[in-house]
Nanobody, 124 residues
Framework: QVQLVESGGGSVQAGGSVRLSCAAS????????MEWYRQAPGKQRELVGK????????YADFTKGRFTISRENADTTMVHLQMNSLKLEDTGSYIC?????????????????WGKGIQVTVSS
């Protein structure tokens, strides 16, 4: 079983910064990629960016160099989303997702696990 715990977030003024963290755990867990999504009220969920097991990062165009995804270690079980120069439109629930493999003696499990999301509110 995979568990994701998100932390950070909260309220910040426009132009400010917030750092989110996501920790993945599970017996036999191998992370292939960790992704951050966001969902604003009344809007569809959208990809913010991702970091792969090899450390490669990709970002949505709207981040425009303002957001950075990093990891604590090579197994990519702890990642961070640093968000700078925040805008009002960055307000939303930020959700961590793990593309994983659970190594088991009776057969590996491959899938995606979603976090519960954490709120970021940007005010003027």
């Amino acid at each position: 079983q995979v568990q994701l715990v998100e932390s950070g977030g909260g309220s910040v003024q426009a132009g400010g910064s917030v750092r989110l963290s996501c920790a993945a755990s599970g017996n036999g867990l191998v992370i292939n990629a960790m992704e951050w999504y966001r969902q604003a009220p009344g809007k569809q969920r959208e990809l913010v960016g991702k970091i792969t097991r090899g450390g490669t990062t990709n970002y949505a165009d709207f981040t425009k160099g303002r957001f950075t995804i990093s990891r604590e270690n090579a197994d990519t079980t702890m990642v961070h989303l640093q968000m700078n120069s925040l805008k009002l439109e960055d307000t939303g629930s930020y959700i961590c997702a793990a593309d994983y493999r659970l190594m088991r003696s009776f057969g590996d499990e491959v899938g995606r696990h979603w976090g519960k999301g954490i709120q970021v509110t940007v005010s003027s």
